[in-house]
């Protein structure tokens, strides 16, 4: 350690005599080398090594002013390395702003890297970081300035054979590092920036013609929707427009319950096609669409829900994502939030997930059984399954696109080329559009955008309603019989799964061998997080077979009913505090929680969602059902894919590691949120809605 730290020392001493120095544009490259030599750094062997000419004649050929900067914005030793501070980033903005000239013009010619290296701890005790990255070996970010001229090959071959030059066998390159280079812009990147400008366009344009429409008193199309499984609001039943056709052919346009003055328009413009494709990206038409309140046909306790649901997702994967893609300033102080109380809602929010698997049941069987009863029992259900998908698709496509083309220069920052990287992306972008991401690729880690597991679960889950909703309805015991029987399926092969591999009840709080296996056999799969969605199928039926004044309920019942969910849904989050102790439960006791938490998780849910409905919810009720929600409530989705590229983007720009502060993270997680639902309402409104009344327009009769 001694020579380790000599080593080290003579680094920085460099380091600061190349920047005090008086007179460094007289110091030639042959007194650089032989400062190098002076120290013990065998030049000669690492030009023997693998790092490349291009890389060696730069640096070879540089004097002491031109490499002082580079050096200074080198990653230094910080306080607090004993106590898990190991971001030791540099400067990442002197690094980018130096600057070279050839041919008498000025240009960048260094560029940041960042390393990420596994260091072993000695088996003699001493402070160490407070979460170890496998059987003592703790992870480091270190960054680096180097020339253009070298690229990521060149830095792990000089890094290691420095590292063997000082014996340093207990420290290794981890990978290859993330570094700047030069940014050119890739084709993919051109052809989507020109694709959704040229949505943009047609969006502004179409708001113009359809405003245009409106003040001459011309027809707005308006094609009436079909009816719809989806929680999306009636676009035509939400208008304070309509147009009425007299048998001349005069338009009386009824605003506000105002008629306004007769107009004799000719019988050709009358909705046209141009006008009817061209009002379904109108913005005039769809922002009253989504800033209306509840919708009639709608549960709307649903929607405080729904949106309580995505800010639990939100915050959780705000404070997850500032401690899995950064080397935080001050980890022990996040390790400390982990024994404070309701911090569960933060580190083991995962069954906000299952509450909304169990607003997609409900939703679907109370929506599907519905129009069944319209229909005499029958339904179009290759129009089931294809409307699901048109739903489902344009959004998450445009997304897919944006985060892979475009989002990767967004960023700068030490982290932000890390973050930026779309490997995955390309090769299993496909697997996404297909809802068969969660089984391929075969580990959660490499998947295009890994938070959409949950739609791939969402559709597979829809896709075997119909095996479930046609005996509902026709023959409802034996309904019931297919869903008891497809619980009872994934609770054993849950337990199986969980005893098999020996997975702790609270996976995400600590660390064990195989952990990443977790994920992939359990977390993801859709045989192992049915329950809430058959839980909702009940819900749903019980909605649709009993209207909301045909249950009465005692207060009495109410209360035990409040406090026994209220409790079994509090306690199925908080009881796994004690690992954050180091303590371990009992096999049997980790089995029994992993089969059983989601289904009490959902019962609560349930129970709530339910005497909403039927008027015993209270006070519980009016928060839930506020029109406040609704709007909210209306860009779920889009927010969804969209909020996890948001904190991404947050984390590439940050300069320095982050500090770990409950209020400072309470602001980003605010600042996110809100940026969120504003980018949600950006694709809402350019895409999920446009293809909505594309949808309805040409599909009418389905």
């Given amino acids: 350690m001694a020579k380790r730290h000599a080593s080290l020392l003579s680094l920085h001493i460099l380091a600061l005599l190349l920047i005090l120095t008086p007179g460094m544009e007289g110091l030639s490259s042959s007194v650089v080398r032989r400062m190098w030599e002076n120290i013990g750094v065998p030049v000669m062997d690492v030009e023997a090594g693998k790092v490349s000419t291009a890389c060696l004649d730069f640096l070879q050929n540089r004097t002491m002013n031109d490499t002082s900067l580079a050096l200074d914005a080198f990653g230094k030793v910080p306080a607090g390395v004993l106590v898990g501070n190991s971001g030791w980033l540099g400067h990442f903005d002197e690094c980018e702003d130096i600057m070279a000239t050839t041919n008498n013009q000025s240009h960048h010619s260094h560029q940041y890297c960042l390393v990420e290296l596994n260091v072993s701890l000695p088996s003699a005790p001493i402070p160490a970081p407070p979460v170890p990255d496998g059987d003592n070996v703790i992870t480091m970010k270190y960054g680096l300035c180097v020339p253009l001229e070298c690229d990521p090959d ?49 969006v502004i344009c179409s708001s113009i013609y359809y405003s245009c429409q409106e003040a001459q008193g011309l027809p707005v199309a308006d094609p009436a929707p079909a009816p719809s499984q989806d929680p999306q609001p009636s676009t035509s039943a939400q208008r304070d427009s309509t147009p009425l056709l007299g048998p001349t052919n005069t338009i009386i346009r009824i605003i506000s319950g105002r008629p306004e003055t007769a107009q004799q328009i000719p019988a050709d413009r009358i909705n046209t096609r141009f006008d009817r494709v061209s009002s379904c990206f109108a913005l005039p038409r769809n922002i009253p669409v989504l800033m209306s309140g509840n919708s009639p046909q709608i549960i709307s306790c649903l929607n405080g829900m729904r949106v309580i649901s995505l800010l639990w997702v939100i915050l959780a994967h705000t404070f997850s994502f500032v401690g899995t893609f950064t080397e935080p300033y001050n980890p022990r102080t996040g390790k400390a939030w982990f024994s404070r109380f309701m911090f569960t809602l933060i580190s083991n929010p995962y069954f906000a997930v299952d509450s909304f698997f169990f607003i997609s049941g409900l939703l679907v069987t109370y929506l599907t059984l519905n129009r069944m009863a319209k229909n005499d029992g029958k339904i179009r259900w290759w129009w089931f399954y294809l409307h699901r998908y048109l739903r489902l698709t344009p959004a998450l496509a445009a997304t897919i696109l944006f985060y892979t083309m475009v989002t990767p220069y967004f960023g700068r920052g030490p982290f932000a080329q890390m973050l930026s990287d779309r490997t995955e992306c390309h090769k299993y972008w496909w697997t996404n559009l297909l809802f068969i991401n969660n089984f391929h690729p075969s580990s959660l880690e490499h998947e295009c955008m890994p938070w959409v597991w949950y739609i791939a679960n969402n559709v597979q889950f829809f896709i075997i309603t119909p095996v479930i909703l046609i005996p509902l309805y026709h023959i409802p015991w034996l309904g019931f019989v297919i869903m008891f029987g497809l619980m009872t399926s994934s609770i054993i092969t849950t337990g199986i799964l969980v005893y098999v591999n020996n997975f702790p009840a609270a996976p995400g709080l600590i660390r064990f061998p195989d952990e990443d296996r977790y994920w992939d056999t ?8 049915i329950p809430p969605y058959l839980i909702g199928i009940m819900i749903g039926y019980v909605f649709h077979r009993y209207p909301k004044n045909s249950v009465k309920m005692r207060g009495v019942v109410a209360f035990i009913g409040w406090t026994i969910l209220g409790t079994l849904g509090g306690g199925v989050v908080n009881m796994v505090v004690p690992f954050y102790s180091g303590s371990h439960w009992h096999i049997a006791a980790n089995v029994f929680y992993q089969m059983f938490c989601r289904i009490l998780w959902t019962c609560y849910v349930g129970w709530v969602a339910f005497v909403c409905h039927y008027g015993y919810g209270g006070w519980v009720n ?33 300069g320095t590691p982050p500090y770990l502060s409950l209020q400072i993270m309470s602001f980003t997680f605010a600042g996110i949120a809100l940026i969120s639902y504003v980018c949600g309402a950006l694709l809402t409104l350019l895409v999920e809605f446009p293809v909505a009344n594309l949808e309805r327009l040409f599909f009418t009769s389905q």
């Fill in 154 to 202: 060149d830095v792990v071959a000089g890094i290691d054979h420095f590292l063997d030059w000082v014996h340093l066998k207990n420290v290794q390159v981890r990978r290859k590092p993330w570094c700047t280079g030069t940014v050119t812009y890739s084709p993919g990147f051109i052809i989507t920036v020109t694709l959704f400008s040229l949505l943009f366009l047609v």
């Fill in 622 to 654: 009016e928060v839930l059902s506020h029109q406040f929600w609704a709007p909210l409530s209306r860009l779920t989705y889009s927010t969804f894919l969209l909020h996890p590229i948001i904190i991404l983007l947050y984390l590439s720009s940050l």
């Fill in 522 to 529: 359990i977390f993801n799969k859709p045989y192992c997080r």
